[in-house]
């Protein structure tokens, strides 16, 4: 079946660091992709999403590419921030259920 | 604010008690899904609703838990003769069709 694997945590960056969270995914078919954020306390937002491949999607200085060719859609931001501290989920949706990675929780320190 | 919201967003329970959550979509959105998510884990999908009819379940989602979403508009989830493994963060998520879905704030239970 359909799955999402991210790279484990937790990661933690100084602030102004760059960021690369690792997510790979199976599917059948070209299923749309996802970034949900989720900070303490709180349910998942969603961050950003790429409907095919080549895509990029972007939002809040974070963005990730839809790579069909390496199943891959790994979130990147320029330089972090103390308030970026969350858990980030990878998702990809095969309609109308959303699968989600494992998560991996980022830390910045100022 | 227009957001999915749920209730209550804490809840300890007893083992063997039953307990009702309570999950109020945006609006305009015809789907309706709650997620099961345990510490350190993704949400896993339990059901999910069109409007009033319940489309789909997981296996997840065993004989003690049901779910109703009377007129298409609010949800409910009940778990029945609850266990000590039902304690996790119960997430609602609504959608227009098949489009992005927005999540509440979840409901925490604990079972002791």
């Known amino acids: 079946g359909n799955s999402v694997t991210q790279m484990e945590g937790p990661v933690t960056l100084s602030e102004e660091a760059f960021l690369t969270i690792n997510c790979t995914y199976t599917a059948t078919g070209y299923p749309s992709l996802f970034w949900y954020v989720q900070y303490p306390g709180e349910g998942l937002q969603l961050l950003l999403k790429?409907?095919?491949?080549?895509d990029k999607g972007s939002n809040k200085g974070f963005e990730a590419t839809y790579r069909k060719e390496t199943t891959s859609f790994h979130l990147e931001k320029g330089s972090v921030q103390v308030s970026d501290s969350a858990v980030y989920f990878c998702?990809?949706?095969?309609?109308?259920?959303?699968?989600f990675g494992a998560g991996t929780r980022l830390t910045v320190k100022p | 604010d227009t957001g999915v919201s749920q209730d209550p967003r804490h809840k300890i329970t007893k083992r063997g008690q039953n307990v009702t959550f309570r999950c109020d979509p945006i609006s305009e959105h015809n789907r309706l899904y709650w997620y099961r998510q345990t510490l350190g884990q993704g949400p896993e999908f339990l059901t999910y609703?069109?409007?009033?009819?319940?489309?789909?379940k997981s296996r997840l989602l065993s004989d003690r838990f049901s779910a109703e979403r009377p007129k298409g508009s609010f949800s409910t989830l009940e778990i029945q003769r609850t266990e000590q493994g039902d304690s996790a963060m119960y997430l609602c998520?609504?959608?227009?069709?098949?489009?992005?879905?927005?999540f509440g704030p979840g409901t925490r239970l604990t079972v002791t």
């Open positions: 609703f069109q409007n009033e009819a319940q489309l789909e």
């Open positions: 998520a609504s959608s227009l069709m098949s489009y992005e879905q927005y």
């Open positions: 790429a409907t095919k491949a080549d």
């Open positions: 998702a990809l949706s095969e309609s109308p259920v959303m699968r």
